[in-house]
């Protein structure tokens, strides 16, 4: 059974960093790139960062670039989401999602998350 579930969402203030966790399981996690999406207010879902199935390759949302990391444990299954100097208008859930390759296209996305809620206080 395919499971990612997040984890590391929660509440912090305007400029602070957060560290979201995704833990997959069932499927050949070392196949598949890893992304996160982002469910904000009165907007579609947006890609914001993914990474290659090697953890070669990374590429991100305009709005994420220079904040965001994204990062890779092939042993331990896990996808990171690293986030800094966080603006209220990244306030969302964040989902974390698997793919055949790195894409921020959510139609390309085979498996999904449940979510975790960020939200980011003025």
């Known amino acids: 059974q395919v499971q990612l579930v997040e984890s590391g969402g929660g509440s912090v203030q305007t400029g602070g960093s957060l560290k979201l966790s995704c833990a997959a399981s069932g499927f050949k996690f070392d196949d598949y790139g890893m992304a996160w999406f982002r469910q904000t207010p009165g907007k579609k879902r947006e890609g914001v960062a993914c990474i290659t199935f090697t953890g070669n390759g990374r590429y991100f949302s305009d709005d994420a670039k220079g904040r965001f990391t994204i990062s890779r444990d092939q042993a331990n299954k896990i996808s990171t989401l690293e986030m800094g100097n966080l603006k209220v208008t990244d306030t969302g859930i964040y989902y974390c999602?698997?793919?055949?390759?790195?894409?921020?296209?959510?139609?390309?996305?085979?498996?999904w998350g449940q979510g975790t809620q960020v939200t980011v206080l003025s």
């Open positions: 999602a698997a793919a055949s390759w790195c894409d921020l296209d959510e139609a390309e996305m085979e498996f």
